[in-house]
């Protein structure tokens, strides 16, 4: 009787929390999600998020609602273990696709896009033993959009070129340092060839290799920043026309400001507290004042940070927004269509999604306030 009574409470609670879910402003996104990318995958004008669920083997695709919730939530079948999602037209039909680093199978997965918020077939890319991040980019003049590949195993970031159809293979590679982990592109000389920023957890370096613009790159140039770079946004802080970087530098409990050259190099400038072990970091203009501000998860203290920019280089920290939630990645966009900011937190503690609405003040309603949310 007891055993029932037991059981019977049990079901309670998960019912009660399913109804909780259901009724919540929090998405599931499936075990330990663990990145996200942002694109608009049903060409609604709405952007869309894909996060990939590291303890499955699965990502997770949330189709917005234009209001700050979401539609649709579907998940694909990838490789064991992903830890990074990117977002890119990889087969060259102008509609959006995907791509996952899975880790724990050391192989990337290809999603091709319907353009209506669907996708597949998927194909699956091995030999990459370790890979953590990816992205996407036209690496090679009037090319297709090829695809970096960081790899833990092998301390290495390899270029692999895209033959078409959403295949690849790989073409070139660069050693990085140890613990090579996040990987970002963006043309750092002003030279309209991408260029690719890798932060690396061993040696606490961020390593810039210029694009050629043929699929080649210069040798990696590594710069010394804060222990454990976790993620890394792009912007240009002080308005010289070069584009600046920021790190979330985990093991510092800061943001640390590098201003780049507009040649390649980059310089450390400074560096803001925030709270315990920031891992997601997002650039957008918050305030509405035409300069970039900086958003900072902070996994341990379960707070974010919005970082105002003053347009000359420096930043000043907002009081923290408490989320009680283990922010492990965010994206910044306009998911409810009022051309303010808001953010789409991925919660490693929660295995959810959650949308907070910008207010254009560098504020932002808590989950579950306010018109529009479901
Ligand atoms: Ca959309
Ligand atoms: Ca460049
Ligand atoms: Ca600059
Ligand atoms: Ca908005």
Known sequence: ??????????????????????????????????????????????????VPASAERKVTVLLSDGRGGFKANQSYPVGQGPTWVEVGDLDGDSRLDLVTANTGAGSLTVYLGDGKGGFGPATEIGGLAG??????????????????????????????????????????????????????????????????????????????????????????????????????????????????????????????ILLGDGRGQLQKAGSIPVGSNPHGLAMADFTGDGIPDLVVACRSSRDLFVLTGNGRGGFRARPPIVTNHDIIALAAADFDGDRQMDLALVSAS?????????????????????????
């Open 1 to 50: 009787m007891r055993r029932l009574m037991l059981a019977a409470a049990a079901l309670a609670a998960a019912w009660l929390a399913w109804i909780g879910l259901a009724r919540g402003t929090d998405e599931p996104a499936g075990l330990f999600p663990h990145a996200i990318a942002v694109g608009d995958f049903d060409g609604d004008g709405v952007p869309d998020v894909a």
């Open 131 to 256: 890979a953590v991040s990816v992205v996407a980019g036209g690496f090679r003049r009037n090319s297709r959009t090829d695809l970096a590949v960081t790899q833990v195993i092998g301390e290495r970031i390899v270029i692999l070129e895209n033959l078409g159809g959403g295949r690849f293979a790989p073409a070139r590679n660069y050693g990085v340092g140890r613990g090579p982990h996040i990987l970002a592109r963006t043309d750092l000389n002003g030279d309209r060839l991408l260029d690719l920023v890798v932060g690396s957890l061993g040696p606490h370096t961020l390593s810039v290799l210029l694009g050629k613009g043929d699929g080649a790159f210069r040798e990696p140039v590594p710069v010394q920043v804060g222990r454990f770079p976790h993620y890394m946004a792009f912007g240009d802080w002080n308005r010289d026309g070069h584009p600046d970087v920021a790190v979330a530098a985990a093991g510092e409990d800061a943001v640390e």
């Open 350 to 374: 929660h295995n959810a999604v959650l949308v907070l609405r910008g207010r254009g003040n560098g504020e932002f309603a808590p989950p579950g306030t306010g018109q529009g949310t479901r």
